[in-house]
Structures are given as structure tokens and as C-alpha cells.
């Protein structure tokens, strides 16, 4: 069955059993933000205990801290009363498997899907590609820890955060399920 088709019946089924739902508020129920990683292999519904309406969840390549990641929190802090945040991280992440000159090189020679081997990623496309990768900063991971201590530390340092939200700091462990906080991101994003 095509993707399109299972998506339309999987949402026909979700809707025939939608109950109340449609009756949730906007603000988040439990008042919280979490800021992860699109890997599929991720649901933070499940790892955080979340039903429909309780958190935000924002989500992006690594669950990096990106302008756009920031404005999320900002508007769910602003507009919609979160109190708290995460910033959770995970091993066994893609965006620690090549760098920011890998994927512009990758960019330049063409748009394709590029291939996974020994060596890292390598491009299998015939072209054309397009330098507009040069003017992105991939936010790619050298060290987990590291990359949530520097995501929570920018976002406690941004001018359109108030100081008393809390921002936590964790990594989630692809094997085991399990959270393991950064204690120094934790520390770096203590409500004031």
C-alpha cells in the first residue's frame, strides 16, 4: 500500500475514535516544552508520559537550539504559559555523523538522496546540486553532552528568554529508553 494511503487510513481510523479531543485546550495541560530530535526512533509521548494536549514537543534535525527552536519556546512561553523546558538529545544520532563541509560538498554535487558507507556519507547523484548549503549552519553534533549543555546554554543566554524558566538538560539513550540527564545543562539552565 502506497504511504499516502496508509497515512489517509490511519487518520480516517484516528478520527472514526476522536472523542473529546477536539475539546482540548491550546495551552498545554502540564505547562512543559520539550525541544528533541525528529529521528523516528524517538516518541516523546511515550518517553515522557505525554496524552494529546499535555506538552509541547518541538521538534528538529538533533533537537538543536536553532533560531527557529526558539521561537517556538518563546511563543509557547508567551503565548500559551509553558513554565518549563527540555532539551533532549539522543545517542546513536545521525547529525554526529558528518559535518558541516560534508553536507555543503554533499549540496553542491547534487540534490539526490547521498549513500551511507564505511568512509561517511557519499554522493550518488549525477547533479546538479546548489551552493545555497555554504549559508546554513547544519548544527551537527561532535559530542552529545557537549551539544545539550551548549542547546540549553543558548537558549538561557537568549534576550526573549525570562530567566525564571527552567531549562533541562538530557539525552536519550536509543537502546535502553531511558533519559540520562547532563548534569552541567541542567545546572546552566536553572530557573534564576
Known sequence: MPV?????????????????KGELAMPPARAFAILTC????????????????DAHVIRNAGGRASDD???SL???????GTKEW????HTDCGMETFTDEVMRGLLENSLETAALGEAGFYD??????????????????????TSVLED?????????????????G???????GRLIEVPAATAAGAAN
Open 38 to 53: 525528529m529521528d523516528a526512533r524517538l516518541d516523546p509521548a511515550k518517553y515522557a508520559g505525554l496524552a494529546e494536549g
Open 69 to 71: 527552536a526558539i521561537r
Open 86 to 89: 527540555f532539551v533532549i538529545h
Open 152 to 168: 540549553v546554554t543558548r537558549i538561557k543566554a537568549h534576550p526573549l528568554v525570562p530567566a525564571g524558566i527552567p531549562v533541562r
Open 124 to 145: 550518488v547523484g549525477t547533479g546538479p546540486g546548489s551552493a545555497e548549503g555554504k549559508y546554513i549552519d547544519w548544527l551537527t553534533i561532535a559530542d552529545q553532552a
Open 4 to 20: 499516502l494511503e496508509e497515512v489517509l487510513k490511519a487518520n480516517a481510523a484516528y478520527a472514526a475514535d476522536f472523542g473529546t
Open 74 to 80: 518563546v511563543i509557547s512561553y508567551k503565548l500559551l
Open 170 to 176: 538530557y539525552i536519550y539513550d536509543v537502546k535502553s
